[in-house]
């Protein structure tokens, strides 16, 4: 059984930040492309960040104050988030996903998601 449980969400003030994990069980972590999505209220999830094939990705808007890394060996990814902003202000996901071809099959796990708060 997929599990992916998120933890390290928070309260913290314009300027600081927060370390998010992810710790993911009942799949082969090291094979999947590992990423953090968010969503606000009112607005539609969107990607943060992409962990995988030993590359990373970010939007355009985390570039230089988010950093996606992982440890396969504890089945773990982080997101580290700096110089947080109240529009940082979110429900943050952590997502594996992978696509197998031959035939197509796409694998897609979610996890329940922390609150992140940037507030004064």
């Known amino acids: 059984q997929v599990h992916l449980v998120e933890s390290g969400g928070g309260l913290v003030q314009p300027g600081g930040s927060l370390r998010l994990s992810c710790a993911a069980s009942?799949?082969?972590?090291?094979?999947?492309?590992m990423s953090w999505y968010r969503q606000a209220p009112g607005k539609e999830r969107e990607l943060v960040a992409t962990?995988?094939?030993?590359?990373?990705n970010y939007a355009d808007s985390m570039k230089g104050r988010f950093t996606i890394s992982r440890d396969n060996a504890k089945n773990t990814v982080y997101l580290q988030m700096n110089s947080l902003k109240a529009e940082d202000t979110a429900v943050y996901y952590c997502?594996?996903?992978?696509?197998?071809?031959?035939?197509?099959?796409?694998?897609?796990?979610w996890g329940q998601g922390t609150q992140v708060t940037v507030s004064s």
């Open positions: 997502n594996a996903r992978k696509v197998v071809t031959m035939p197509r099959v796409e694998y897609n796990y």
């Open positions: 009942g799949f082969t972590f090291s094979t999947y492309a």
């Open positions: 962990s995988a094939g030993g590359s990373t």
